[in-house]
């Protein structure tokens, strides 16, 4: 199993996020100039965070 390091942005995008009624990769990539790859990667980061947090 592959062990998937947190982007050093995800904390930041995070609190971006906090702002909208539901998260979407492309604001992301606009905000932080990074490629939808990315972008959806670090959502997965946050939704696995948030079920984490949830339990």
């Keep these: 199993m592959k062990s998937e ?3 050093p942005l995800m904390e930041e995008v995070f609190d971006y996020l906090n702002k ?3 998260p979407l990769a492309q604001l992301i990539q606009r905000k932080f100039k990074i490629g ?4 959806e ?3 997965k980061q946050i939704e696995k ?3 984490r947090f949830l339990i």
């Excluded at 939808?36 to 972008?39: G, L, N, T, Y």
């Design 5 to 7: 390091k947190e982007d």
């Design 20 to 22: 909208f009624d539901f």
């Design 49 to 51: 965070k948030k079920k």
């Design 36 to 39: 939808f790859s990315r972008a």
């Design 41 to 43: 990667r670090i959502l």
